[in-house]
């Protein structure tokens, strides 16, 4: 079952911090989520934890992606921080207000300020909306301006992610994978959040039109200010745009620290792993290849010790019997016995 944990900030001196204290827009501490699952008519239910002790500092105008494998719990974070899910445990800070733990009236006033942009682009939209009515609608809904007003919003917005004003008019069915994607961009920034949390934003586009949309996702965070937390299972999704990494594995964090640390120098055998499958640019560079043995394990009944030991290439018998810490090694932090500082 879910146990709350108390607000401690003290317990972690060593987070990463591309954000000086007090310039986060959002801060979460030691955010959790257990679900009960039913297994079946005679086995009892299990709990999975989704989500352990995940804990950041975003900064202003900046990116966090947050990476790992499929099952990694990367959705559930995305949807506490988001809001859709209030988190089994932990604190979700906005505006130094602990939103975790808000009143309705409260949740209201921060959900506009933290918008969400889904994987599918041909689930995320009402196939019976115009992109124009699609845009403008959480404008009808949160603020109180003119039909004109909310027209001229969309229209400004539309431009902004790369759409003619005649689009306006037309349906989502009339458009390709990467025109839907900059109608969801546009209709969860119209707005104007301070958060976008995009969940795997470019996983389902065409090979070809990522690139587009990726830089239309820095060209827009560098014109309004906005902030990313940015879910992919692909580091090199990442690479160009994060400022900083979290990988996570089986719901928790396992490295976490500035981009370049973790890509220049990654630390856990996991960052390694997944680093070591992700194609480089320079066909010069020499490469370590690392292969992932096996699948991740249930999370259901997780492994003791490390999580990551029954794949661990340099597993010890330490790793098998105890949880390591998220400690400082070099520039970020790291949950691993061996990993060296
Ligand atoms: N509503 C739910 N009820 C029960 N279990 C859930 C629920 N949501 C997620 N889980 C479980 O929590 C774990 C993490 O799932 P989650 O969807 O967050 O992973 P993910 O990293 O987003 O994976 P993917 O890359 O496939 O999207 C999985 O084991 C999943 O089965
Ligand atoms: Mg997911």
Known sequence: MNTPVPHDHANHPDLPHVAPAGAAVMEAVDLAQSYEVSRGLFAPS???KAVAGISFRLAPRSTLAIVGESGSGKSTLARMLTMIERPGAGSLRLDEVDVAEA???TLRRYRGEVQMVFQNPYGSLNPRQTVGSAIEEPLLVN???????RRARALDMMARVGLRPE?????????????RQRIAIARALVLRPKILVLDEPVSALDVSVRAQVLNLLVELQE????AYVFVSHDLGVVRH???EVLVMYLGRAVEHGPRDAVFDAPRHPYTRALLSATPVADPEAKKERIVLEGELPSPFNPPKGCPFNPRCPLVQERCRVEMPPLEKKGGQLVACWVAEG
């Open 46 to 48: 299990a709990t999975v």
């Open 103 to 105: 009143d309705a009236r």
């Open 167 to 179: 689009h306006h008019g037309r349906y989502p069915h009339m458009f390709s994978g990467g025109q």
């Open 241 to 243: 745009m994060a400022d």
């Open 223 to 226: 014109q309004l200010g906005v």
């Open 143 to 149: 603020t109180t301006l003119s039909a004109a007003e």
